[in-house]
C-alpha cells in the first residue's frame, strides 16, 4: 500500500489523534515539572544542560540506575531550542501522538471497525495517561514504544519492533525489562498462531527466530551496563544515593501487601468498570466453554495483555519501593482493548449501557482522592492540577513577607527549587526537607494533602497544638495547602 492509500484508509484518525494531543500538548505547554519528573528528568536535563553535554554519566547523587538518554536527549533539545519548558512538553506529545497512532492499529487489528472510534475515546480518557501526557512524563514515551512494538508484531512488520525496543531499553530500567515482556508476547503470539502444527523443535526454533528482533536491543543494554560500570562501580543500584532504601527486598508479608496494591492500582480511578466487564464476559464464556466461545483474536488479546503481567508484577513488587500508577499504563491500555474485543459476547443493550458507563467510570477516575493517611497517586489524576496554583501563592506570601526559604520545613512536592521545577535561573533556593531538620526545628511548615509523606502525627500536631497557627491557607478542589507559623512562647 502506498503512502497515498494509506493515509486515505488512515487519514481521518491520524487527524483526529493529531488535532486532540496537539490540544492537550498546548494546555500543558507551561506547566512546570511535577513529582517523579523532577528528579527523573528536570534534574538530569539540567545538569547535562549546565556542563554542555560533555558526559552522559550522571554525578553519583543523580544516578538512579535508569539509563538517562530521554533527560538527555530533552538537554539536547534545549541547546537548539533553548530552555524551556514547552520543549519537553512537545517531546512528550510527540510520543503520545506515536502511542494514539499504535494504539489505533492494535485496536484495528484485534477489534470490529464500529468500536474504534470508541477504543481512541477511551484512550484519551484513561486516567493515568491522561495526566502523564499533560505533565510530561517519561513512561508515555515506554508506553508508545511498547505499543509500537506489539504493533510491529501484529502487523509483521520487525523494523518497527527493532525500533522501539532499541529506544525503550535507553530511556529506563523498566524498558530494559519490557524487551523481555515484548518478547514473551511475540513467542506466545507466533505459538498460538501455529496451534496443533506446533512441536518442540517447532517451538525452539520460534524462540530462536524471535530472539533475533531484540538483539539490536540487547546489545545496547549490555554495552550502556558495561560502560556504565566502567565509569561509576555498578551497573543498577547506587547504594550512594538517598533512595538506597528502595533497593531492600521485602518480606513476604510485603510481598504479598505489594501484590495487593498492585491489584488496587489496577481497579483505581474508574478502571473497577473495567474488570468488572471483564470478568462477566469471562464466566460467560466458561459456562459454554472458552474455545467455542472466543475467537482466536480475543484469545491472542487475552494471552498478550495477561501472561507478560505474571512476570512484570513480582519484580516490581519484590523491592521496597513505592507501587505507582503509571508503572501500568501499558496494561491499562490493553485491559480496555480486551474489553472492547470481549463487546460481541454482549447483546445490543448490554453494550449500550458499557459504552455509555465506561466513560463516566473513567472520567470520574479524576475524583478518586483518599483521605489522610491513604497515599493518592497525583501524578495519575487531575484533581492535583490546582497544586501550581497554591504553590505559586505560597511561595509569592514568602516573599511578600520577607520569610526566607530556610526557615520553612515542607514536604515533596513542594521542596523542590523553581531552578527545576520552573527552569528559573532565580530560583535555585528550595523550602527545607524536613527529614534533614530536626524535629520541627523551623519557623514554618508548608503542609498540603499533595504530599504523600507527611507522618500523620505531624499534620496532628500541627492542627491542634497552640504553639502553630495557619497564616495562609487555600483550597482549590480537592487540594489544601496551609503555611503554619510557629508562635514564640512567651
Known amino acids: 500500500m502506498g503512502i497515498k492509500e494509506h493515509f486515505r484508509e488512515h487519514g481521518f484518525y491520524y487527524t483526529l489523534i493529531l488535532i486532540s494531543y496537539g490540544i492537550w500538548t498546548a494546555l500543558g505547554s507551561q506547566l512546570p515539572f511535577f513529582s517523579d519528573n523532577v528528579t527523573l528528568i528536570s534534574k538530569l536535563a539540567n545538569w547535562y544542560f549546565d556542563t554542555d553535554l560533555q558526559s552522559i554519566i550522571l554525578p553519583t547523587e ?69 495526566t502523564q501526557s499533560l505533565i510530561g512524563g517519561l513512561d508515555v514515551s515506554l508506553t508508545a514504544l511498547y505499543f509500537l512494538a506489539l504493533v510491529g508484531i501484529c502487523y509483521r512488520r520487525p523494523i518497527l519492533l527493532i525500533v522501539a525496543t532499541s529506544f525503550m531499553v535507553l530511556f529506563s530500567l523498566r524498558g530494559i525489562i519490557g524487551i523481555g515482556l515484548i518478547a514473551l508476547s511475540e513467542w506466545v503470539w507466533r505459538w498460538y498462531k501455529l496451534k496443533e ?18 538483539l539490536p536491543a540487547i546489545l545496547i543494554t549490555i554495552f550502556w551496563l558495561r560502560y556504565h560500570y566502567t565509569e561509576t562501580g555498578f551497573y543498577v543500584f547506587n547504594y550512594e544515593a538517598a533512595w538506597a532504601a528502595d533497593y531492600s527486598l521485602v518480606t513476604w508479608k510485603e510481598f504479598i501487601w505489594n501484590g495487593m496494591i498492585v491489584g488496587w492500582r489496577f481497579l483505581d480511578n474508574g478502571r473497577i468498570l473495567l474488570w468488572g466487564i471483564l470478568l462477566y464476559a469471562l464466566f460467560g464464556a466458561l459456562k459454554t466453554g ?38 501500568f499504563m501499558v496494561y491499562y491500555l490493553l485491559v480496555t482493548l480486551l474489553v472492547l474485543a470481549l463487546f460481541p459476547l454482549f447483546g445490543k443493550r448490554s453494550k449500550s449501557v458499557f459504552k455509555m458507563l465506561i466513560p463516566i467510570f473513567l472520567i470520574s477516575g479524576h475524583f478518586w482522592i483518599y483521605p489522610i493517611p491513604i497515599a493518592n497517586g497525583w501524578d495519575a489524576t487531575l484533581a492535583h492540577l490546582p497544586y501550581y496554583k497554591q504553590r505559586t501563592e505560597v511561595l509569592n506570601y514568602l516573599k511578600k513577607n520577607n520569610i526566607r526559604y530556610d526557615q520553612v520545613l515542607s514536604e515533596f512536592p513542594m521542596i523542590a527549587s523553581k531552578y527545576y521545577t520552573d527552569l528559573q535561573v532565580e530560583g535555585i533556593n528550595s523550602l527545607v526537607d524536613k527529614d534533614k531538620a530536626a524535629h ?51
Not at 506515536?98 to 484485534?110: D, E, P, Q
Not at 467455542?292 to 507478560?308: G, H, R, V, Y
Not at 497564616?471 to 514564640?488: A, C, D, P, S
Open 197 to 214: 502444527k506446533s512441536t518442540l523443535r517447532s517451538s525452539l526454533f520460534l524462540g530462536v527466530r524471535t530472539a533475533l528482533h531484540y
Open 290 to 327: 472458552v474455545k467455542n466461545k472466543l475467537t482466536d483474536k480475543q484469545i491472542e488479546l487475552s494471552l498478550i495483555t495477561f501472561l507478560p503481567l505474571f512476570f512484570y508484577v513480582p519484580i516490581i513488587i519484590y523491592r521496597n519501593i513505592p507501587i505507582l500508577h503509571r508503572y
Open 440 to 490: 520541627f526545628d523551623g519557623q514554618y511548615f508548608i503542609d498540603s494533602n499533595i504530599m504523600n509523606d507527611v507522618p500523620p502525627e505531624w499534620r496532628s500536631l500541627l492542627s491542634s497544638n497552640k504553639n502553630w497557627k495557619v497564616i495562609h491557607q487555600q483550597k482549590n478542589g480537592l487540594l489544601y495547602m496551609r503555611l503554619y507559623e510557629k508562635v514564640q512562647e512567651e
Open 62 to 130: 543523580l544516578d538512579s540506575g535508569h539509563p538517562p538518554f530521554y533527560a538527555y536527549t530533552i538537554a539536547f533539545l534545549w541547546t537548539i531550542f533553548g530552555k524551556s519548558l514547552w520543549v519537553h512538553h512537545v517531546l512528550t506529545g510527540c510520543f503520545s501522538l506515536l502511542l494514539g497512532i499504535s494504539f489505533y492499529h492494535l485496536a484495528r487489528y484485534f477489534l470490529p471497525a464500529q468500536h474504534l472510534l470508541f477504543a481512541l475515546l477511551c484512550l484519551g480518557l484513561e486516567p493515568c495517561l491522561l
